[in-house]
């Protein structure tokens, strides 16, 4: 089992910018890609970005791209997600999300483990 604990988020005004991390513990962590989705009140959890093990090699929505960026540390059981330039259309509960295939895949399907989520809400 992998259990997940996420941190950061809360309020922030549009144009800001947000730090989200997640943490993992468990099984051994090798071979897990680990990421982010999202949602927002009355829509489906969407995929946000997601990150290798080992090659660090990330995946973004489009609707993230340039703004998000997800790195990964050396020990490799923590993501960050920073995110510049909110948006209103951002704020979202955000989950940290991994799976034991170590894929870039955007479907939540594959993701076997799953953080509780945290709120990010972004407004004036």
């Known amino acids: 089992q992998v259990q997940l604990r996420e941190s950061g988020g809360g309020l922030a005004q549009p144009g800001g910018s947000l730090r989200l991390s997640c943490a993992a513990s468990?099984?051994?962590?090798?071979?897990?890609?680990m990421g982010w989705f999202r949602q927002a009140p009355g829509k489906e959890r969407e995929f946000v970005a997601v990150?290798?093990?080992?090659?660090?090699?990330?995946r973004y929505s489009d609707s993230v791209k340039g703004r998000f960026l997800l790195t990964r540390d050396s020990a490799g059981d923590t993501i960050t997600l920073r995110i510049q330039s909110l948006k209103p259309e951002d704020t979202a509960i955000y989950y940290c999300?991994?799976?034991?295939?170590?894929?870039?895949?955007?479907?939540?399907?594959?993701?076997?483990?799953w953080g509780q989520g945290i709120q990010v809400t972004v407004s004036s």
């Open positions: 990150i290798q093990s080992d090659t660090y090699i990330t």
């Open positions: 999300a991994a799976r034991p295939d170590n894929q870039l895949g955007p479907e939540p399907a594959p993701y076997r483990y």
């Open positions: 468990g099984r051994t962590l090798s071979n897990l890609a």
